[in-house]
Structure formats: C-alpha cells, structure tokens
C-alpha cells in the first residue's frame, strides 16, 4: 500500500498494521501482548476516525 504524506502538515496515512509496525520497531516492549489485527480492532473501538480506501482504512498519523 503507498503511504501519502502530507508535506505541508507531516500527516501520514498509515494503515493498522504499517502503524503496529513503527509503534513495535520504536518500543517492542509495549507491543509485545497484541497483534497487528487487534491493534487494528482497538483504534476502531476507541474511535480513532479512519478512512476507507481500495485495499484498507488508513488512520492519519504524525510523527513525532
């Protein structure tokens, strides 16, 4: 899936699993108790707003 970066406003669209992915590879620790699918069910539970495209919702991320 290509990522699309907002250059003006360094928003990122990232996927759950593209997101589970950063989030492990900066604090594996943290991730260690759950897996690309439930981190994918929890933002949804939690309301994070997403956006449906061809192959998959895509949260909008920043990095920091």
């Not at 590879?25 to 949804?44: D, H, K, P, V």
């Amino acid at each position: 899936m290509p990522l699309c970066i907002h250059k003006q406003t360094g928003i990122e669209q990232l996927s759950a699993a593209n997101t589970y992915k950063v989030l492990k590879e900066y604090n594996a620790a943290t991730m260690r108790r759950i897996n690309s699918n439930t981190f994918g069910q929890i933002l949804s539970t939690i309301g994070i707003i997403h956006k449906h495209t061809r192959y998959s919702n895509v949260y909008l991320v920043v990095r920091r």
